[in-house]
């Protein structure tokens, strides 16, 4: 019984591994440029228009377009730290550091919610990460040399974890 426990287990392992290498490779690099958000890495500047409710004050046009803070007032045209807005005309330049589109997109991947149909996608990754980590201990016999050394490195694995988390 024992050994075709182990048997399904290694053979879900390495067929669900295969499946989940692409997903995996994504999420690898996509988890890398997040590392980078807070610089310009990768980005390019990208300007946009749009035209708004004239006559707005500079308390009621920030909330909505977030262009960061008021820097000055120059003939009616108010500046701020990501653009400028004109009260006569309505129109708004921003100006925003964006990556490149497949990039974004893969940003994405980590910072889906429960209203993104990317949540699934998620949902089943967490979920097949957390069956490699249990079928992982299915590999070897109990009481081995290997499942042993394989449990200390685990241990490890969360010890330094959690150093560096509450560092």
Do not use: C, W
């Not at 590392?35 to 409710?53: G, W």
């Not at 730290?81 to 708004?92: C, I, K, L, Q």
């Not at 893969?106 to 957390?130: E, Q, R």
């Amino acid at each position: 019984m024992k050994q075709k426990t182990s048997m399904k287990m290694r053979v879900l392992h390495r067929y669900l591994g295969y499946f989940l290498a692409g997903i995996m490779a994504v999420y690898a690099l996509s988890g890398i440029l997040l590392i980078f958000r807070t610089t310009d890495f990768l980005k390019s500047e990208v300007v946009k228009e749009k035209e708004i409710e004239k006559g707005l004050t500079q308390e009621e046009i920030n909330p909505e377009l977030r262009l960061g803070s008021f820097q000055r007032n120059d003939h009616g045209v108010l500046y701020f730290e990501h653009g400028n807005y004109d009260p006569t005309s309505g129109m708004v330049k921003a100006k925003k550091m964006e990556l490149p589109y497949l990039l974004d997109k893969m940003t994405h991947l980590h910072k889906s919610s429960t209203k993104d149909p990317l949540f699934y996608l998620n949902i089943f990754f967490g979920v097949a990460l957390l069956f490699f980590v249990i079928s992982a201990f299915f590999m070897y016999m109990p009481g081995t040399d290997i499942l042993k050394k394989g449990l200390y490195f685990t241990l490890a694995g969360v010890v330094l974890t959690l150093l560096l988390l509450f560092i």
